[in-house]
């Protein structure tokens, strides 16, 4: 027996050496020069196939890879939040690249880890709220085109309950969900929004049933905060109606979607990599707005009729041109407790870390 | 001639770890089959994989870091699994040990090093192992089937920790965000240098080492493998089955609470949603991998980390996320599927010898 074991012990070490050789050997051809073109890199905590969030995103750096020619894109998919995204950010980061952009809200501190160990790199975080000297926050006004799709829904609606699935209660879903219930209460006072939390990002069966709940619940109009379709399967198979988010959803669920809040992020990375590129890149907290055309509406489904596209389309302009604010008082909460005044505008500050719901919510936030 | 499989009544040894290693490598030369057809080289991607884990000092550090849960979660669960009791609860007990353990920095920031880690220990220890506890509680009071409870409580304990974080946990100057408040460096275990390996690899030592003697040397390692192979012989042979499970579901969650403690301590430095990309999970088929094996565990768990951490090194290359989760699946599926050959012996006999022993 002992005559074998050290011969296993023999095999093994052959084997580890014979694999590091094989290893060694095969590394020679790396770090090729790229000739001067800039190398960028993108983090995602989904897939870029889950047709939201991260797909949103791909698309973006597609966007880029194409109007730019100086550009090597790659990214990474699927990186959880804990203890792998500070190490993906420093592989991304060691291996050259010149911009790295990160986005889930998650990776936040890891960024500011990676940021420090790099500084010669440039660091993009979407959707948190810390900078560095070499890493810069971004995120787009959402919240504008939940507004106008809250017009749509509320138009439609005739049982005047609308349906909310929501990932988990940060203020960035928070936001959506008032921003597009003000929208249906602008058009039709009478409606509710029915929120229930899923407590996922991504889980296509469970935001499905969720939806399914709050059709069961007498919802005709369903919308979400999540990262994939689910919700809109939904309403397609009970023949509901429903607003998608993150893209354009008409092609998955053709004969429910009304429209959806669309995020556009290729402009925003062109710009980015633009600045960088001529020197002129500063950190700093970007927050961008349908006048900047970083978040959109997507083009109606045929069952929407010609006034409510009028009566929206009109409502875009005064968007753009500043002359309609969502978030402009008077607004009440939940309780019926007036939160901003007759004639005031919720600050970005308040807007940035808000937790509670409007008047017309049906929901909860934990506390 | 006939080909026949035999119970093999002594398994030797060489056959025992050299199948499984074989099987390993018979898995990646399986999965290289893929990567040529989808157009790759497969050994410039496996160069890239083991190089990214193992080609440089930070890439040596991160699979460590990536071992500690995974290697600690498998010790818990081999503790289980030996005497035949299915926790598949770890990632639960993992999440209720961070949790406890959390409780701690956020409750007393100003305690001393020297005795804020050895409080959180116990915490997170206390935390895991009564989670597990109640399930083996269920088993023994009302024959609750510990597959079921311990997988369904997985749920509650990551939905408690989401609670916590969502609500009364959340740090009052996180604008609203779901994360608690960054531990004080007196709460976070201390690391080697600059690197992000830390001292959680002690506990995986010294819980490896104590786990393989009592399974080997103590009594009671012997009566809880007893009562996984014969429950009956046991009762006979007058074990307290009972007090067994609830020991034995204890220490089992108790060793993936400290795993759980010692990932919010340093890895995390906070307590926050999705500190497990699913340890919990990965520790079933790495215990099940080493044969429930202590040191073993150790062995397999860098394996996986290995795998993981290269993977994401692929995902730079190009290759789809998916490819370190085929990996895995491939090598359970081949080991498992291996046994076969540790377990029986195969006999080529001629037909006559044959007929002769039936």
């Given at each position: 027996m002992c005559m074998f074991s050290k011969w296993e012990r023999v095999l093994l070490s052959c084997l580890l050496v014979g694999s590091l050789a094989v290893a060694g050997c095969g590394s020679g051809k790396k770090d090729t020069d790229k000739g001067g073109k800039t190398k960028v890199a993108f983090v995602h905590n989904g897939s870029i196939n889950d047709g939201g969030w991260t797909n949103a995103h791909s698309n973006g750096r597609l966007a880029l890879l194409k109007d730019n020619k100086n550009v090597e894109a790659s990214y990474v998919e699927n990186v959880?939040?804990?203890?792998?995204?500070?190490?993906?950010?420093?592989?991304?980061?060691?291996?050259?690249?010149?911009?790295?952009?990160?986005?889930?809200?998650?990776?936040?501190?890891?960024?500011?880890?990676?940021?420090?160990?790099?500084?010669?790199?440039?660091?993009?975080?979407?959707?948190?709220?810390?900078?560095?000297?070499?890493?810069?926050?971004?995120?787009g006004r959402i919240y504008q085109a939940r507004y106008l799709t809250g017009m749509v829904a509320g138009k439609q609606t005739q049982s005047n309950i609308i349906g909310y699935v929501a990932a988990f209660p940060i203020p960035e879903v928070v936001r959506g969900i008032d921003a597009f219930t003000l929208g249906v209460k602008a058009v039709n006072p009478k409606a509710i929004v029915k929120v229930i939390w899923s407590n996922t990002w991504y889980d296509p069966a469970k935001e499905k049933q969720a939806a399914l709940t709050l059709i069961d619940a007498g919802a005709d109009v369903i919308t979400q905060h999540q990262d994939t379709v689910g919700p809109q399967l939904a309403a397609e198979e009970r023949g509901k109606w429903s607003i998608g988010y993150n893209m354009d959803m008409s092609k998955a669920a053709p004969k429910a979607v009304l429209t959806s809040a669309i995020w556009?992020?290729?402009?925003?990375?062109?710009?980015?990599?633009?600045?960088?590129?001529?020197?002129?890149?500063?950190?700093?907290?970007?927050?961008g707005s349908m006048k900047d055309n970083v978040v959109d509406i997507a083009p109606y489904g045929p069952m929407v009729p010609e006034a409510t596209r009028t009566l929206v389309n009109q409502a875009k302009q005064d968007i753009i041109s500043g002359k309609l604010n969502p978030f402009a008082g008077p607004i009440k909460d939940q309780d019926g407790k007036v939160r901003v005044e007759q004639g005031q505008i919720m600050s970005d500050a308040d807007l940035l870390k808000i937790d509670w719901f409007v008047e017309g919510v049906d929901g909860y936030i934990s506390k | 001639m006939r080909i026949k499989l035999q119970k093999s009544l002594a398994p030797n040894l060489v056959?025992?770890?050299?199948?499984?290693?074989?099987a390993i490598l018979a898995s990646l030369f399986f999965c290289a089959i893929f990567f040529?057809?989808?157009?790759?080289?497969?050994?410039?991607?496996?160069?890239?994989?083991?190089?990214g884990a193992l080609g440089s000092e930070y890439g040596i550090s991160e699979t460590f870091v990536k071992m500690i849960p995974l290697a600690l979660c498998g010790l818990g669960i081999a503790v289980a699994f030996r005497m035949h009791l299915w926790n598949i609860g770890a990632e639960g007990q993992f999440y209720m040990g961070a949790c406890a353990a959390t409780w701690i920095p956020l409750s007393f920031p100003n305690l001393p090093f020297m005795l804020m880690i050895p409080t959180m220990i116990i915490m997170g220890a206390l935390g895991g192992g009564l989670w597990g506890l109640l399930a083996g509680w269920f088993k023994t009071k009302w024959q609750v089937d510990e597959i079921i409870s311990t997988?369904?409580?997985?749920?509650?304990?990551?939905?408690?920790?989401?609670?916590?974080?969502?609500?009364?946990?959340?740090?009052?100057n996180g604008k609203n965000f779901p994360l608690t408040a960054a531990f004080p460096q007196s709460a976070m275990l201390p690391t080697f240098g600059s690197l992000r390996v830390h001292y959680g690899i002690f506990f995986v030592l010294l819980i490896a080492a104590v786990l393989w003697i009592i399974f080997k040397k103590s009594k009671w390692g012997y009566e809880t493998l007893v009562i996984g192979s014969n429950p009956v012989a046991a009762r006979y042979a007058g074990i307290n089955i009972k007090s067994n499970v609830l020991l034995t579901m204890f220490i089992s969650g108790a060793l993936c609470g400290i795993a759980g403690m010692v990932e919010v301590s340093v890895v995390v430095g906070k307590l926050q949603p999705g500190i497990s990309p699913g340890y919990g999970y990965t520790a079933i088929i790495v215990a099940w991998l080493a044969r429930l094996h202590p040191i073993a565990i150790i062995g397999v768990a860098f394996l996986f980390a290995i795998i993981h951490v290269g993977g994401f090194m692929l995902q730079t290359m190009g290759m789809p996320s998916a490819t370190a989760t085929m990996l895995q699946g491939a090598m359970l599926f081949f080991v498992v599927g291996s046994e076969i050959l540790t377990k029986y012996e195969i006999k080529f006999t001629s037909s006559k010898e044959g007929e002769k022993n039936e």
């Open positions: 959880g939040d804990g203890a792998d995204a500070e190490r993906v950010i420093t592989q991304l980061a060691s291996q050259g690249n010149k911009v790295i952009f990160a986005t889930s809200f998650g990776y936040m501190d890891s960024m500011v880890n990676v940021a420090k160990k790099y500084p010669d790199t440039i660091f993009m975080h979407c959707s948190g709220y810390k900078t560095a000297s070499n890493m810069g926050n971004y995120f556009n992020w290729g402009p925003y990375y062109e710009k980015v990599i633009k600045e960088v590129q001529a020197g002129t890149w500063k950190s700093g907290a970007y927050w | 056959s025992q770890t050299l199948i499984p290693i074989v040529v057809l989808t157009g790759r080289d497969p050994v410039e991607v496996y160069s890239a994989m083991f190089l997988l369904m409580m997985n749920y509650i304990g990551i939905l408690w920790v989401d609670f916590l974080v969502y609500g009364a946990w959340r740090d009052p």
